[in-house]
Structure formats: C-alpha cells, structure tokens
C-alpha cells in the first residue's frame, strides 16, 4: 500500500539496482579479468590456429570453429601486456563483440591464461574505472567488480576488439625483416 509518506515506487529503477549480472573471470599473465557472460558463446581448449603472414603479435591466426572462420586475439599482447605463452590451462574464450557502427556482432576467440569461474554481482555494486592505477589502457575496462575480497576489471569488448582500431594497429604494423 502507497502512503503520502513514502516516495512513489519506480519498477524501473528498483530493478536496475537489483539486477544480477554475471562475469566471467579468468587470467591473462598474472593478472584476474572479467567480461560480462551474455557475450561469451564458449570456452574452448586452445586447438591448432592458422598463423596469418604480417599480422602483429595480438592477431593469433585464425581457427576452424564448427566450419566458421574465427580470428582468434591474443588479449594479453592486445592489452600490452606481452604475448601469451600458451599452457595446458590456457583457453580461447569465443565471444560475440559488437564491432563498427553497423551495431552488429563479430564472432572472435580471445586466448586467455586460463579460466576461473563465473560469478554473479548485483549491477550496483560495480564501480567505476579508476582514472590512474591501472596496468592497462583505462578505455578496455568498462568496471570495477568486487567480489570475493578481489577486485577485477570488466573488460569493455567494443573498446578492446574495435574494429577501426584494430584495422589501424594492423594497417600500421611492420614487421621486423
């Protein structure tokens, strides 16, 4: 019952305060990361990639998933962090990005160091990016998440897998003869 008392009742509002959002947590080098779960499609055991010719260290190669073509981001090398020496938990995580301004989505496999888990964060309870302190570009994390005692950046896959801005890294790179 709604008195004069209390303020009115926004079902929008109370439902955007206690949404539950899921992440996917997971290591690139010594580092934790996260990435909202409703763009990861799977998680694959690092197979045989197709090495592309002149393509800088970020560019993996490409693999065969189900007869789809999928170029596959070494995130660690695409965040600065040096290229992934794959190990037996290393894993491509397959997502569907949002690339270019025609708003549609991109099939792409990341390889990771190896994945954790998937936890749930009321949507409230992210933060925001910190202006300084971050080993990584401040426009590849969409948010800070708290959870378990660790706080773990939520990658912004429409920065980090920009189409413009990989075809500019890519159209600039010269490869050492």
């Given at each position: 019952m709604h008195t004069a008392s209390s303020?009115?009742?926004?079902?929008?509002?109370?439902?955007?305060?206690?949404?539950?959002?899921?992440?996917?947590?997971?290591?690139?080098?010594?580092?934790?990361?996260?990435?909202?779960?409703?763009?990861?499609?799977?998680?694959?055991?690092?197979?045989?990639?197709?090495?592309?010719?002149?393509?800088?260290?970020?560019?993996?190669?490409?693999?065969?998933?189900?007869?789809?073509?999928?170029?596959?981001?070494?995130?660690s090398a695409r965040l600065g962090l040096g290229p992934t020496t794959v190990g037996r938990r290393s894993c491509v995580v397959i997502v569907d990005a949002h690339v270019g301004d025609d708003h549609a989505t991109h099939r792409m496999g990341l390889l990771v160091d190896a994945v954790y888990e998937v936890f749930d964060i009321p949507a409230h309870e992210l933060e925001p990016v910190p202006r300084l302190g971050t080993r990584i570009d401040a426009t590849f994390i969409r948010s800070m998440a708290?959870?378990?005692?660790?706080?773990?950046?939520?990658?912004?896959?429409?920065?980090?897998?920009?189409?413009?801005?990989?075809?500019?890294?890519?159209?600039?790179?010269?490869?050492?003869?």
């Open positions: 303020p009115p009742h926004d079902s929008a509002a109370a439902a955007d305060s206690t949404a539950l959002l899921q992440l996917l947590r997971f290591a690139v080098g010594n580092e934790r990361y996260a990435l909202r779960i409703d763009a990861v499609r799977e998680i694959l055991e690092v197979s045989r990639t197709t090495p592309l010719p002149l393509m800088p260290a970020f560019v993996r190669g490409v693999m065969n998933l189900r007869g789809a073509v999928v170029p596959v981001i070494d995130l708290r959870a378990r005692g660790q706080t773990t950046p939520e990658l912004n896959l429409d920065t980090l897998l920009d189409q413009a801005a990989l075809s500019a890294l890519i159209s600039a790179y010269e490869p050492v003869h």
